[in-house]
C-alpha cells in the first residue's frame, strides 16, 4: 500500500488513526499496540511472506538486546558483551546480504571467473535495507549503554511503527521512543493540521513534481541503456531532470511520513534540507537523507576514523592536526574512512556496480572537499575559520557533481551511465528534436552547417514537457523555502526551530500559520496533487 | 591520581596538539571554546589521552563526551577498574 494511493489515503490512515484515538481515550497502551497491529497489516499488504521473514529477525534483535542489556550492568562483562554485539551485528549484515547481495555475488563471481552459478529468485523485503541499520544501531546504542530497560512491545513499535518503517528517516531509539511514552493518543488540533500539512506538501513533490518529470527522463536513459547514442542536450536534461526527480520523490516521501507520524503525535527526524541549495558537497551531504548521513557517520565513519587514528599513533606517525597536515596523514584518516564509508553507503543503496560507482564519487567527492579545507586552513588560517561557504562557484560545482554521479543511481547499467556521460561531454555531438527544425525555416539550415544533428527519437513534445518540468521543479527547489522551514514555528521535524533569517524578511511572511488562508492553499495542493493519481508510481527509494 | 592532575596533563596534551600555549582547560570547558579544535583534534586528543594513560574509551563514549570535565571523570574511573 503506497503512501500516495487511495487505499492508503481514504482507507487505511483514516481507520488506523481513528481506531488509535478510540483506543487512546481508554489507555495509551492499548492504543500503541493497536499501531504495531496496524503496522504489521500495512506491511502484510504486499506479500504475506514479508511479514513471515520479519518477525523472526525482530525477535532474535529483541533477544539480542536483552542480553546486551543485562550484560551491560557489570563491567567485568565486557568481553561477552563484545561478542553478543559483534553476533549481532554480524546476524544482520548476513540476514541483509542474503536477500540483496546473492544473486549480485553470484553474477559478479560468474563475470570474473567465467563461472555458472545459478541466480535464484530472492525476493526483497520491503525496506529491508532501512530496517536492518535501524536493528544494527539499536543493537550497538544497548551495547553503548544509551537505552533504558525496553520490552518487546517498546521495540516492535521502534522498528514497525509503519510512516518510517519501508524507508525511514531513520530514527534512534531514544528519540521516538520517550515520545511514544509520552503520547496523549488522543485527536490533537495542531499535530493534526501540522501533520496533514506536511502530508500534502510530501504527496505534491512525489505526485505533482517528481512523477511529472518522470515519464521525460525515462526514455532518455531507456535510450542509453540499449547503447544508442545521446546528444549534449537529452543527456544534460536527463542529468538534472532525474536530480530532481529523485529529489522530489524521496524528500516527498519523507515529508509524508514525518507527517503521518505527527498525526499520531510523533516527531520524526528532518530528512531534508534543501540540499540542492547546498554550496559545497560537505554541506549537500549534511542536507540530503540527513539520517542515513547521520548513521553512517556515527556507526561507520567515526569508530574507523578512531581505529585508524589509534593505529597511526601508535606508530608514531603524524595525525591529523589543524597545522601539520600531512599527505600521508590526509590519505590514511581523511580520504580512506571517507570513501571506504560511501562505497558502504553505495553498496547498502543497491547491488550493483552503478550504485558502487555513484559511492565511491561520493567518497572522492568529499575527500577533495575536506582536503581543500585543510589546505585552505594552512594556508590562510585567519580566513578560513569563517569562511566555509562555496558561494555561487561552490553552489555550481556541487549541482554539477551530484547530477553527474546520480547518472549512475538512474542508470541500470555501467554501460547506459557511460552513454549519458558521453553525450554530456559532446561525444555524441549536439542535437535537438528532429521535429523542431521543420519549424525553424532557414534557421534549420545554419543549425545544420553548424553541426547540430536532428534526433529523431527525440520528439519536440518531449523536449517541452522536460523543460517546462525541469524548470518548474528547479525554480521550486532552488527558490522557495522547504516544506520544514514553512512550518518552523509548529517544530514540524525533531528539533527544527526557525533560524534567525526565516524569522525575517520573505520567510516571516510565508510561515505556515493554522488559518483558513493555508488551509486553501493546502487544500489546492492536495487536490493537484490527488488529481494526478493514476497508474503505480512507486517511491524510488521503496527498492532498496 | 587526582582531577587536578589529569587537567593538567590534558591542558598539556592539548597545547602540544594545537601548538597554542595559552590553552588552560577547566572542567566545563567544551570543544567549541577552544580556537582550533576541530573534529579530527578532538580523535587526535583522545587518541593521545589514552596513549598517555593507557586507557581505551568507547566508541559511544568518545562521541557522548560534552566538556573535558566528563573525558577527566571517565579517564579516572577506567584507572581505577585497572591500575597500570
Known amino acids: 500500500m503506497l503512501f500516495n494511493s487511495y487505499q492508503f489515503i481514504l482507507g487505511f490512515l483514516p481507520v488506523t488513526l481513528a481506531i488509535f484515538y478510540i483506543f487512546g481515550r481508554f489507555s495509551r497502551t492499548s492504543a500503541l499496540r493497536w499501531l504495531i497491529f496496524a503496522s504489521l497489516v500495512f506491511y502484510a499488504w504486499w506479500r504475506l511472506l514479508n511479514v513471515a521473514i520479519i518477525l523472526p529477525s525482530i525477535l532474535i534483535n529483541f533477544l539480542l538486546a536483552q542480553r546486551l542489556q543485562r550484560l551491560g550492568v557489570d563491567e567485568s562483562n565486557r568481553r561477552a558483551s563484545k561478542l553478543t554485539l559483534i553476533a549481532g551485528i554480524a546476524f544482520n549484515v548476513a540476514f541483509l546480504g542474503y536477500f540483496k547481495y546473492t544473486n549480485f555475488l553470484a553474477g559478479a563471481i560468474n563475470d570474473a571467473f567465467g563461472t555458472h552459478f545459478i541466480l535464484t529468485h530472492i525476493i526483497l523485503p520491503l525496506g529491508i535495507s532501512f530496517i536492518t541499520f535501524q536493528k544494527i544501531a539499536f543493537l550497538i546504542d544497548v551495547h553503548g549503554k544509551r537505552i533504558e530497560p525496553f520490552t518487546f512491545g517498546d521495540y516492535a513499535l521502534f522498528v514497525l511503527f509503519f510512516p518510517q518503517l519501508i524507508a525511514g528517516p531513520i530514527v534512534h531509539y531514544r528519540e521516538v521512543m520517550p515520545q511514544f511514552r509520552r503520547a496523549s493518543c488522543r485527536f490533537n488540533g495542531t499535530d493534526m493540521c501540522v501533520g496533514l500539512t506536511m502530508f500534502f506538501f510530501g504527496l505534491f513533490k512525489k505526485v505533482f513534481l517528481a512523477d511529472g518529470i518522470a515519464p521525460f527522463v525515462s526514455p532518455i536513459y531507456e535510450r542509453a541503456a540499449h547503447g544508442d547514442p545521446v546528444s549534449v542536450l537529452p543527456a544534460l536534461m536527463g542529468a538534472v531532470g532525474f536530480t530532481l526527480q529523485i529529489y522530489f520523490d524521496f524528500s516527498g516521501y519523507s515529508d509524508m511520513a514525518i507527517g503521518i507520524a505527527r498525526l499520531f503525535g510523533v516527531r520524526l527526524p528532518l530528512n531534508f534540507d534543501s540540499p540542492l541549495k547546498a554550496s559545497s558537497i560537505i554541506d549537500y551531504w549534511l542536507r ?51 570513501i571506504l564509508t560511501m562505497f558502504i553507503s553505495g553498496l547498502w543503496h543497491g547491488a550493483g556496480y552503478t550504485f558502487i560507482i555513484w559511492g565511491l564519487l561520493h567518497g572522492v567527492f568529499l575527500s577533495i572537499n575536506h582536503g581543500w579545507r585543510l589546505l585552505k586552513a594552512k594556508l590562510r588560517p585567519a580566513q578560513a575559520k569563517h569562511d566555509q561557504s562555496g558561494g555561487i562557484a561552490g553552489f555550481v560545482l556541487t549541482f554539477a557533481i551530484v547530477s553527474i554521479a546520480m547518472v549512475f543511481f538512474r542508470a541500470p547499467t555501467l554501460k547506459g551511465a557511460s552513454v549519458i556521460l558521453a553525450g554530456m561531454v559532446g561525444v555524441h555531438g549536439i542535437g535537438l528534436p528532429a521535429s523542431i527544425f521543420e519549424h525553424l525555416g532557414p534557421l534549420a539550415n545554419l543549425l545544420q552547417r553548424t553541426r547540430v544533428g536532428r534526433e529523431t527519437w527525440w520528439s519536440a513534445v518531449n523536449f517541452a514537457w522536460l523543460t517546462a518540468w525541469t524548470s518548474l521543479a528547479l525554480g521550486i527547489a532552488l527558490l522557495c523555502p522547504n516544506s520544514s522551514q514553512l512550518l518552523a514555528h509548529y517544530e514540524p521535524a525533531l528539533g527544527v526551530r526557525p533560524t534567525d533569517q526565516e524569522q525575517r524578511g520573505a520567510f516571516a511572511r510565508l510561515a505556515w500559520s493554522p488559518s483558513l488562508k493555508w488551509a486553501l492553499a493546502v487544500a489546492a495542493v492536495a487536490a493537484a496533487a ?12 521503496w527498492q532498496f | 591520581m587526582t582531577a587536578g592532575e589529569v587537567l593538567k596533563s590534558f591542558t598539556q596534551i592539548l597545547r602540544d596538539l594545537l601548538g597554542d600555549d595559552s590553552i588552560v582547560l577547566s572542567p566545563s570547558t567544551r570543544r567549541i571554546d577552544v580556537s582550533g579544535w576541530d573534529s579530527f583534534n578532538y580523535v587526535n586528543f583522545v587518541v593521545a589521552v589514552e596513549m598517555k594513560f593507557g586507557v581505551k ?4 563514549e568518545v562521541e557522548s563526551f560534552q566538556t573535558v570535565g566528563e573525558i577527566v571523570q571517565r579517564t579516572l574511573a577506567l584507572l581505577q577498574a585497572s591500575p597500570r
Open chain 1, 530 to 541: 490527488i488529481l494526478r493519481f493514476g497508474g503505480p508510481s512507486e517511491f524510488l527509494y
Open chain 1, 288 to 338: 540530503w537523507h540527513i539520517t542515513l548521513t547521520r548513521f553512517l557517520t556515527a556507526y561507520i565513519y567515526n569508530p574507523l576514523l578512531l581505529w585508524l587514528t589509534r593505529r597511526r599513533l601508535a606508530r608514531g606517525r603524524p595525525a591529523l592536526g589543524g597545522r601539520n597536515v600531512t599527505f600521508g596523514a590526509f590519505l590514511n584518516l581523511l580520504a580512506l574512512p571517507t
Open chain 2, 57 to 60: 574509551f568507547g566508541v559511544a
